[in-house]
């Protein structure tokens, strides 16, 4: 199965930039990596709608907090064939 190149670099908004006439391409991984849509939109929503510490406090944010952290964990072990989230 080939990649899609184009379809992949619409995904990262930053590489929508041009540099010297040029697409951007991104090779300092090592330093910082450059995120996807659906990792901004996510970040976003949580800094928008539920921005609280978790496991830390029972008001309404930090429940939704931790809801949304351990779902997170869920889908990662799932990711993984981890057993539990916990390993």
């Known amino acids: 199965m080939a990649l899609d190149s184009v379809t992949i670099r619409a995904e990262f908004p930053i590489l929508a930039q041009e540099v010297n006439g040029r697409p951007l391409v991104y090779l300092d991984?090592?330093?910082?990596?450059?995120?996807?849509?659906?990792?901004?939109?996510?970040?976003?929503?949580?800094?928008?709608?539920?921005?609280?510490?978790?496991?830390?406090?029972?008001?309404?944010?930090?429940?939704a907090a931790t809801s949304a952290h351990e779902a997170a964990r869920e889908t990662v072990a799932k990711h993984l064939n981890a057993a539990e989230a916990a390993e």
């Not at 450059?34 to 008001?59: C, F, M, W």
Request: proline share 3%; no cysteine.
């Open 29 to 63: 991984n090592a330093a910082t990596t450059q995120k996807p849509l659906a990792v901004l939109d996510a970040s976003r929503r949580y800094y928008e709608e539920i921005n609280a510490n978790i496991h830390r406090g029972t008001h309404h944010l930090a429940r």
